[in-house]
């Protein structure tokens, strides 16, 4: 019989401990979803201030009196339902408010070093080095854990598998090449075949290199990635690399998403009573201060506030929705002109166009329970989230054809509706025009009452779980597992 494969799940954020982005959601929800593949995921992260408040019970196992400038303690530990491995090191990660932002809205100073420490203590761990636990696997998440698979080769010896897992390639931890030294890579690791990028200490670079896998979170983002277009200056190694680079959709949280028994709406409501919908629609207009109209398409968003994400193009195409008769409803946080735009949207147009500005869990949910479309306008996406909770939701996703979007909303197109799959509406290229045309369209959509009806119902019906997800993700780090891994201690 198969035993549980030990896996160690290295993460710079972790939902609902810490959380910026849907890498927090990611990392939070696949151990549980793993249970079942009998994959047993331990998750190391750092020790900020809301990680050790949440804890149940933590206990220390391994102690350094010097981890790169200070005493550290790496603590098992229980936390909000997840098996936790927590690095206690205060001189790194003894600060409040966002995990890598200081007051001063910049990068803290020793990024390289708060995130080299999880990655080296990361791959000590898995190895079985500091305490009587060792993993057959490690999954990498992004810049923060990209050294790990490069101390794991120069250490040299019998390591675990590694998969480097990319959830957005845009943030590589780029560093000075002087910081190699004090974070213990060795002299032959600062090279164009090691951890060197264009003379710059690369550290999704280097996980990107010496990872025996590489997976992403869409398959459409996987084959983006490798084009110049869209490699962001790693398209040639990711190219090099295509044969063991694959890409696995996220799935959501099905308890925390469902409108059936969310605790964060006023009306709870399932495919088969969505008239309970006006109810949340009524509220959010209220919340919002939009115009109470209960017939009225109601557009919401969702999201970080960034280029990436695309909202200067909903900004110039707000006359046109408008136009049409629509209302707006935006979450977001992020990007200061972004913000001053839309605020200056809301003034312009009162009761048509509500924003709110700031981190907001409870208005998430009801912009997905009260919204009758969302808008993911985003330049590029490796899987998007907001999507899928809209899916759920019965809100109707307008998206950009692009990375997980692509691959997870299926255009109303003459032949998909012909044929009753369609559950949302696609545009590309990826211009202000194209994105009028979609919104155009889905107001189209949206007047014929059936056809509105069956997006809505075939979203509800999209598989947007974890159950596929982590079957892909088992057969990787098994496929990884019975690979023997060692590397040649390597001289000098
Ligand atoms: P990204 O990780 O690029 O920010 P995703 O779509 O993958 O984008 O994940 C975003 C996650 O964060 C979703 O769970 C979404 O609901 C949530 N989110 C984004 N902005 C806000 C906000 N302002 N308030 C509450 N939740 C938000």
Not at 465 to 489: C, G, M, N
């Amino acid at each position: 019989m198969m035993g549980s494969l030990p896996v160690l799940s290295v993460v710079s954020e972790i939902f609902p401990l810490v959380k910026t982005g849907g890498l927090a959601d990611v990392a939070g929800a696949l151990p549980a979803a793993l249970l079942s593949e009998r994959v047993a995921m331990h998750s190391l992260v750092p020790g900020y201030p809301a990680v050790l408040a949440g804890l149940d019970a933590a206990e220390p196992v391994y102690t350094a009196p010097d981890l790169f400038g200070g005493p550290a303690r790496l603590l098992v530990a229980r936390g909000k339902g997840l098996d936790l491995f927590v690095l206690d090191a205060p001189h790194l990660y003894g600060r409040g408010g966002n995990p890598y932002i200081g007051p001063d809205g910049r990068d803290w100073p020793d990024n390289a070093v708060r995130f080299g420490a999880l990655a080296r203590i990361g791959a000590s761990l898995a190895k079985g080095t500091l305490c009587n636990w060792h993993a057959e696997v490690v999954q990498a998440h992004d810049w923060q854990a990209g050294l790990l698979p490069a101390y794991l080769h120069y250490d040299g010896g019998a390591r675990p598998g590694t998969v480097m897992t990319v959830h957005n390639l845009a943030f590589q931890g780029q560093y000075p090449m002087e910081l190699a030294g004090p974070l213990g890579l060795p002299p032959q690791s600062l090279q164009i075949e090691g951890v060197e990028y264009y003379g710059w200490l690369g550290f999704l670079k280097a996980g990107l290199r010496f990872a025996d896998r590489i997976s992403t979170v869409s398959p459409t983002y996987a084959a983006e990635i490798r084009t110049p277009e869209s490699g962001m200056g790693l398209g040639g190694l990711l190219r090099h690399r295509a044969g063991v680079l694959s890409g696995v959709l996220n799935g959501i949280d099905e308890e925390i998403w469902n409108p059936a028994t969310d605790e964060l709406i006023p009306a709870r409501y399932d495919a088969g009573r969505l008239e309970e919908r006006a109810i949340n629609k009524a509220m959010l207009q209220q919340q919002l201060g939009l115009a109470a109209e209960l017939r009225t398409p109601l557009f919401g968003v969702v999201s970080r506030l960034t280029w990436q994400k695309g909202f200067d193009l909903l900004l110039a195409a707000l006359p046109t929705l408008l136009g049409l008769g629509a209302q707006l409803a935006v979450l977001g946080a992020g990007d200061a002109g972004l913000q001053q735009a839309f605020a200056a949207a809301v003034e312009r147009f009162p009761g048509r166009v509500g924003c709110r500005f700031g981190y907001d869990e409870g208005l998430a949910h009801l912009i997905q329970a009260g919204g009758d479309a969302l808008i993911v306008p985003s330049r590029f996406e490796p899987c998007g989230l907001t999507q899928l909770c809209a899916l759920r939701y019965g809100t109707v996703p307008v998206v950009a054809r692009v990375g997980g979007l692509a691959d997870t909303v299926i255009d109303a197109s003459p032949m998909a509706l012909g044929a009753g799959a369609a559950t949302g509406v696609q545009f590309a290229p990826i211009t202000t025009e194209m994105l009028e045309s979609a919104l155009m369209r889905t107001v189209g959509l949206y007047r014929d009452r059936s056809t509105w009806t069956k997006l809505q119902t075939n979203g509800m019906a999209t598989d947007v779980s974890w159950r596929d997800p982590a079957r892909r993700y088992a057969a990787l780090f098994r496929e990884v597992a019975a690979e023997a891994h060692a590397t040649a201690t390597p001289a000098g």
